[in-house]
């Protein structure tokens, strides 16, 4: 077997060959390569043309209108600029905030800043199986809360939200509702006739595409004008500038359509894979399942190994490409905050790592992962 074995699809994916062959074929001369704002010649026009099938195609999949797509370079940015966005232009109407303690730093970051310009925030733990809870949203609820943001699937634990119970709250409040859909887009549906988002954050990465880009999906509504973040030339409806990149375009509307079109047999086929994994390492005493298996994504599986050190773990395991379930920074290694927020202790933490299963990832690799773990698991334990 080619050693490692990537089992990271949670923190990128490769790009499937559809979606790098249509990347490759927009960059040089004899390819797409021009400024789709370029309005004078069929170079540009052509451009144009591919983004604009392009944001088709990542509507296609949220159910949504195509000027309803903003594209910008990832889903950090995304996240930046709803949140900050939202936050700017109902400022006068309150400064409440509601954000979920388990979403990722892109989104806990933005809210934090906002806190420090004199936002309040209401941080809201999610429920131990690491599904943000609605109850809890509902409580927090003030007559001043002008935005709720949650995600979707959870990148550590691969716990699925109900967005929609959410979203109807939201609504029902006339409060914004942004939602990170980073990890969900292309893995299980997103309908945006069904979750009444104001915004939501899309990236390519993760879905087989390229890093460094991603889209916003902005609801169209009378009320409601996101300012940009990126001043320039006015690009994306003034939503946020900057030249288009045709071939990342080109490419994260290949691979969004390719998600939709695979999407259920990709589901069934990851969640045998993950059932398989955690049949084999579930036996290990030691080990303990982050999350639930019901409300989860089955590409990602999310384990405690008790009274092991993840790092330990990590480090005599160099076949394996995976997670640890921490963040680690040069000096220390802390323990994750979204497995904190499900009441996973620290220790617990610390012994935690994420498996990512994805597209190219196949049976006999996930048997020789879990038995190599096992193996390790038994080792450290004599
Ligand atoms: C990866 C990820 C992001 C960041 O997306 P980038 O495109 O890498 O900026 C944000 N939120 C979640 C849930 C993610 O998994």
Same mark, same amino acid.
């Given at each position: 077997m080619k050693t490692p074995i990537y089992l990271d699809y949670a923190a990128t994916t490769p790009c499937d060959p559809i979606v790098a062959d249509a990347l490759s074929k927009?960059?040089?001369?004899?390819? /797409?390569?021009?400024?789709?704002?370029?309005?004078?010649h069929f170079f540009g026009w052509q451009a144009e043309a591919a983004v604009e099938k392009a944001r088709k195609q990542v509507a296609t999949l949220l159910n949504?209108?195509?000027?309803e797509i903003v594209w910008t370079s990832g889903a950090t940015e995304a996240n930046n600029l709803a949140i900050k966005g939202a936050a700017l232009v109902r400022s006068e109407k309150g400064k409440h905030i509601i954000c979920s303690l388990a979403e990722h730093k892109a989104v806990i970051d933005s809210v934090s800043f906002l806190e420090n310009q004199g936002f309040e925030v209401s941080w809201v733990k999610p429920e131990k199986t690491g599904e943000v809870s609605v109850s809890a949203i509902e409580k927090a609820i003030?007559?001043?809360?002008i935005l709720i943001t949650t995600m979707h699937?959870? /990148?550590?634990?691969g716990a699925i939200s109900n967005i929609e119970e959410i979203s109807k709250l939201a609504r029902s409040k006339n409060i914004l509702f942004h939602v990170d859909a980073a990890q969900s887009a292309g893995k299980i549906t997103i309908d945006t006739s069904k979750i009444f988002a104001d915004m939501i954050s899309v990236c390519a990465h993760k879905v087989y595409g390229p890093k460094g880009i991603g889209a916003l999906y902005v609801r169209k509504q009378s009320d409601f004008n996101l300012p940009a973040q990126i001043h320039g030339g006015g690009h994306e409806q003034g939503m946020r500038s900057g030249t288009l990149p045709t071939h990342q375009i080109v490419a994260m509307g290949a691979a969004f359509e390719l998600a939709g079109s695979l999407m259920d047999k990709e589901f069934n086929k990851l969640q045998a894979l993950k059932s398989m994994f955690l049949e084999k390492v579930l036996t290990h005493k030691s080990a303990i399942l982050n999350g639930s298996i019901d409300k989860s994504v089955p590409g990602i599986a999310n384990l405690t190994f008790k009274g092991v050190d993840g790092q330990v773990l990590l480090s005599a395991l160099p076949m394996l490409a995976i997670s640890s379930g921490s963040a680690c920074n040069s000096a220390t290694v802390a323990p994750s905050h979204v497995l904190r927020s499900m009441g996973v202790s620290e220790q617990e933490a610390l012994s935690a790592l994420r498996f990512s299963f994805g597209r190219f990832t196949n049976q006999e690799e996930v048997i020789f992962a879990a038995d190599s773990l096992v193996d390790v698991l038994n080792k450290l334990a004599s």
């Open positions: 927009c960059l040089m001369l004899d390819g /797409n390569f021009a400024n789709p704002a370029s309005r004078s949504a209108d195509t000027r003030r007559p001043d809360t699937v959870n /990148n550590e634990t």
